[in-house]
């Protein structure tokens, strides 16, 4: 049996990308919980036959305007 993917935590803005997306939240705590999930999520998709290219889902970048991006698959 397959396992489910976990949903993220909202988010103020999304940029989508070839091979990733980019989530990005207000607090740190949350970019945190949405690193989780997306660890998880890369793991489905990974033993399915997808790749992430050279970024990494749950990579926290922290922006200049104190907002927090978080890499996902």
Known sequence: M???RKQYP?????????????????TRELA?????????NAEIDWSLG???GYL????ITKNDDGTFTVVTP
């Open 50 to 52: 997808y790749d992430f």
């Open 10 to 26: 909202p988010h103020t803005r999304l940029e989508v990308g070839n091979k990733v997306s980019w989530l990005t939240f207000e």
């Open 32 to 40: 945190e919980d949405a690193a989780i999930a997306a660890r998880h």
């Open 2 to 4: 397959r396992e489910s």
């Open 56 to 59: 990494c889902p749950g990579d």
